[in-house]
């Protein structure tokens, strides 16, 4: 399993991005997909999931009511729409894949990730 994630750049607080993870390869069975973001000295930290079975989606409460996880209906491309931006969100983000997991929020349920793209909160 492949996954390439893009989106992110240089973005005001109060503004938008969103971010978008291709998800290539198989992957058998039900399987969680989410997203997490790494600051610089800090570990990473679980922003968001998604159930593959039946699109239920989870948040951390860093982010809940401003970012929304989503999915097209190939299910190959996961997206995170991240609303109302602040300096605390700067951080590379990166997408990864949990199989077997209906929801996983651990860094170590994963077993595959993307390459991170840096999401740069600033005026």
């Known amino acids: 399993v492949q996954l390439q994630a893009s989106g992110g750049g240089l973005v005001q607080p109060g503004g938008s991005l969103r971010l978008s993870c291709k998800i290539s390869?198989?992957?058998?069975?039900?399987?969680?997909m989410g997203w997490f973001r790494q600051a610089p000295g800090k570990e990473r930290e679980w922003v968001s999931c998604?159930?593959?079975?039946?699109?239920?989606?989870y948040y951390g409460d860093a982010v809940k009511g401003r970012f929304t996880m989503s999915r097209d209906n190939t299910q190959t491309t996961v997206y995170l729409q991240m609303n109302s931006l602040k300096s605390e969100d700067t951080a590379v983000y990166y997408c990864?894949?949990?199989?077997?997991?209906?929801?996983?929020?651990?860094?170590?349920?994963?077993?595959?990730w993307g390459q991170g793209t840096q999401v740069t909160v600033s005026s």
């Open positions: 390869g198989y992957i058998s069975g039900d399987y969680a």
């Open positions: 998604m159930s593959s079975s039946d699109g239920a989606t």
């Open positions: 990864g894949v949990a199989p077997g997991y209906y929801a996983a929020i651990k860094v170590g349920d994963y077993d595959s």
